[in-house]
């Protein structure tokens, strides 16, 4: 009698052993579905979800960061037409997106549409001065005016250089030529980028974040031309979740008036998160020559060398006529006679290249480094990293929780097939034991 209980107790053991396989292996799947249903639930753009909370208000700190090139031999090049030669100082930091979305508004058409506020507040901390330092820099309403107010640039005395205060720079001074404030980013503070219009997601997940029209309309007049003036993907903040490392992330940035595309590169591990990084390809600033797409964002021919060169992108069209050129920082990925004709310069692929960092479930980004150089100025570049705080609350409300259910399927399987494995084996020992002792 005992041993028919103990064989008993043994083969109920594998059948428990094989249930709690089972039951792990069921939960794979079934696990897979909640998460899957629990992030379409959640990214979902309207009042209520936890993608709404943190679209409203980054939880990440946002910083723009700006280098100025200091020449060091303005005489020199006015007079004897010398290459200007720079040495680069920075960073000045300031914080910005520290506002709310602005006259948000969910539509009928499952789309939302906002305002960004736009606000910078320095941070002495991240700086390696005041805002009042002074460098030397290109006189941008000279470079402005060369063409037509000769005798205005006279009269003020003025020159291709100048020196003023990295805020006046940035932010805008009282131009004695053009009789108004200018600055590289001036008006700034207290004004917005958009109206913004993007899906929310409601009907259609794959879409939620995807810009639908800017500035009321579904495509960009700067380029007169149908594949540029495209407004392709989201505004950088966020993608539609669930990655495919395959597929590449579309983004737009109305600081460099266009739409740009970024590939994974690498899948890294940030505050405890798994993240897939992106940078942009260094085609997305090639020549027409090397890259036909670009030919319609070739403006000029004269500068350009007749589309040749590579590096630079003329956005004159949207900043009201000014001489501005976009490229990444030290010309990288430029032609070599960027380089040639400024000494100081020191492209490096670690430090200005554009990348974004992205959790792929959620499609949220969690570290973003925008590098862009304008004129002679390095900057800015607009860095976006989640902070302590809030990558403990990312991981307690979706990757804790995503986790410990794998860890939950994986201990069921494992413990599972342990039990079925040793009271088998157990069992068929005292089976033999007893067939002996019969014997």
Request: contains cysteine; charged residues 20%.
């Amino acid at each position: 009698m005992g041993c028919c209980n103990r064989r008993c107790g043994l083969l109920a053991g594998a059948v428990f052993g094989a249930v709690v396989a089972v039951l792990g292996g069921i939960l794979i799947p079934v696990g897979d579905m909640i998460i899957e249903n629990t992030v379409k639930k959640e990214a979902v753009i309207e009042p209520g979800t936890t993608a709404y909370d943190n679209w409203v208000s980054t939880g990440a700190a946002v910083y723009r960061q700006f280098w100025f090139f200091d020449v060091k031999n303005p005489q020199q090049v006015v007079e004897a037409g010398a290459p200007p030669e720079v040495q680069e100082r920075g960073p000045y930091t300031y914080k910005t997106r520290f506002l709310p979305k602005a006259n948000i508004s969910i539509n009928t058409n499952n789309t939302a549409s906002f305002l960004l506020p736009m606000g910078a507040i320095f941070e002495p901390s991240m700086s390696v001065g005041p805002e009042e330092d002074e460098v030397t820099s290109l006189n941008l309403a000279v470079a402005v005016s060369v063409s037509t107010c000769v005798f205005l640039i006279k009269a003020t005395n003025s020159s291709l250089f100048q020196k003023r205060a990295v805020k006046e720079l940035l932010w805008g001074y009282d131009d004695p030529i053009l009789k108004d404030t200018i600055g590289l980013f001036s008006p700034y503070n207290d004004t917005y980028d958009g109206y913004y219009n993007v899906f929310n997601g409601k009907d259609d997940i794959s879409k939620v974040g995807i810009i639908d029209r800017w500035r009321g309309e579904k495509n960009l007049s700067f380029w007169n031309d149908e594949y540029c003036d495209m407004i392709n993907g989201t505004d950088a903040s966020s993608f539609p979740p669930f990655l495919d490392k395959k597929i590449p992330l579309f983004f737009f940035s109305s600081d460099i008036c266009r739409s740009v595309s970024a590939s994974y590169e690498a899948t890294l591990n940030l505050k405890g998160i798994e993240v897939y990084r992106y940078g942009l390809l260094p085609s997305t600033l090639a020549s027409p020559v090397d890259n036909p797409d670009n030919k319609c964002f070739c403006r000029n021919y004269k500068t350009t060398k007749n589309c040749t060169l590579a590096g630079v992108l003329d956005i004159s069209s949207c900043s009201d006529g000014r001489p501005v050129y976009i490229s990444l920082p030290h010309f990288l990925h430029g032609s070599p006679s960027l380089r040639e004709d400024v000494l100081g310069l020191n492209p490096n692929e670690e430090h200005h290249k554009t990348f974004l960092e992205v959790e792929p479930t959620t499609g949220f980004t969690l570290n973003f480094a925008k590098r862009i150089q304008v004129n002679m100025m390095y900057g800015p570049s607009k860095t976006a990293m989640l902070d302590d705080e809030t990558a403990d609350m990312f991981k307690r409300e979706l990757t804790s929780r995503i986790q410990m259910l794998e860890i939950i399927q994986q201990v069921l399987l494992i413990a599972g097939v342990i039990i079925f494995v040793l009271c088998l084996i157990s069992y068929v020992c005292v089976r033999r034991k007893d067939k002996a002792i019969h014997a």
